[in-house]
Nanobody, 121 residues
Framework: QVQLVESGGGLVQAGGSLRLSCAAS????????MGWFRQAPGKEREFVAA????????YYVDSVKGRFTISRDNAKTTGYLQMNSLKPEDTAVYYC????WGLGEKSYPCWGQGIQVTVSS
């Protein structure tokens, strides 16, 4: 079973940047697509971004296009979410996940514990 640990979250002012990391244990990281999701207070968890096995194909929710970049380093079994031009509405707990290529939670059976990102106005 692959275990995922997110890091890099925290408090940032609007317009600032953060880079989230998702470190995976085990040697099967490279055979899974990777996704990032987020859950804001009082809201359902939503899809943010996904990339395929190599990272060559990516997809983003409209609200983060042009601001967020998903990437991965299979040699380091680590995924990333670079978040630029952050807005207060980006405040949420962010989760990384591994699984099949897709936009829904059901495509990803393996999840990290989540990490808080807070953007102040």
């Amino acid at each position: 079973q692959v275990q995922l640990v997110e890091s890099g979250g925290g408090l940032v002012q609007a317009g600032g940047s953060l880079r989230l990391s998702c470190a995976a244990s085990g040697h099967t990281f490279s055979i899974y697509a990777m996704g990032w999701f987020r859950q804001a207070p009082g809201k359902e968890r939503e899809f943010v971004a996904a990339c395929n096995l190599s990272g060559s194909n990516t997809y983003y929710v409209d609200s983060v296009k042009g601001r967020f970049t998903i990437s991965r380093d299979n040699a380091k079994t680590t995924g990333y979410l670079q978040m630029n031009s952050l807005k207060p509405e980006d405040t949420a707990v962010y989760y990384c996940a591994l699984g099949l290529w897709g936009l829904g939670e059901k495509s990803y059976p393996c999840w990290g514990q989540g990490i808080q990102v807070t953007v102040s106005s």
